[in-house]
């Protein structure tokens, strides 16, 4: 326990004359937050809309009027041929065209259902479907079915209920996604850049021949670290709950406990990449590349991990911001126990012994070092 303090005050006193590394972990998170928190996002609103209307009764100015007034469309243009409707999806002037055929307005007075025209621009696909959703949300507000009518359709009628996030605010699953991101980056940088600087200054040797064990170096040098990531992690949450209404539905202390059991393996991490690079530009870019791409693109954080191919899926299992993300959102959204995620806790255990039990490895041996 002496050498683990010993080595643990040292790598301190590093810390606070390296502007860098705290630069790294205390402001650069934050800063990351603020950039990708409000550039990353699903919701779609004021969506471009320009209208035809042929009818020109008080039903078709009615159900523009409907388009308008709701939070989803901004009327940019009204046209009167066909020529503008192609000129206005061809420029992208408006991602949608709101077409109403003539014999709308009197269809409706007699209770029929009229049929209008909804032409999207799909140059992309995620936009064009999210659009098609607001249009259909639209309709069923302003143009009601005839009770027949829509008992032959419907047998029953559903009324759904969204759990843990009513708006379906898609912030509520980017946010701690970005947590993840964010913690995992700066963890792995700032400490793939330790055990290197040692190389470099040469002070290794001296340290191989000091009278404590490898285990007792490799804790040393990760509790600083994790005290300070935590202390980051920690202030990432707290500023996503004042920028985005992230909720806090779980407990503090199990909040507590798997940000601690992530950034443990995401220190490892960190430090497994110092034992195998020999300088820190090496050492930078191979935590870029082993922190950035998993967690960013095997974790579930944007893409389902459900909709991959089976050998990705399989390769997820050793991406440890998978199991942190999901006992994350289930702590923040769902207020989900620790019985609950225990699963996601025991993965995370097994890889952060795992990347610290190889790493306290290839510093016993002579070439590790």
Known sequence: MRHIIAVAIKELRQIRRDRRTLLILLFIPAFFLFLYGYALNFDIRHVRLAAQDRDGTAESRELVSSFVHSDYFTLVETVSSEDAVDRALLTSTARA???????????????????????????????ASTVLGYVNAVLREAVPMPEAALAQLRPAIA????????????????????????????????????????????????????????????????????????ASAFMVILASMALFDMPMNGNWWTLQLVVALFLVGALGTGLLISTVAETQQVAFQMSLLSAFLPTFILSGFIFPIASMPIVLQYITNVVPARYFLVALRGVLLKGAPLEVIRPQLFALTVYASVVLGLTVLRLSRRGGA
């Not at 109403?100 to 209008?116: D, F, L, V």
């Open 159 to 230: 009324e759904p209920r969204v759990w843990f996030n009513p708006e379906l605010r898609s912030t509520l699953f980017l946010v701690p996604g970005l947590i993840a991101y964010i913690s995992m980056i700066t963890a792995v940088v700032a400490t793939s850049l330790s055990i290197v600087k040692e190389k470099e200054r040469g002070t290794m040797e001296q340290i191989r021949m000091a009278p404590m064990s490898t285990a007792s170096f490799v804790i040393g040098k990760t509790v600083p670290y994790l005290v300070l990531s935590q």
């Open 97 to 127: 065209v709101l077409v109403i055929p003539e014999g709308y307005g009197r269809t409706a007075r007699e209770g029929g259902t009229p049929t209008i025209q909804v032409l999207l621009n799909g140059d992309n696909a995620t936009t």
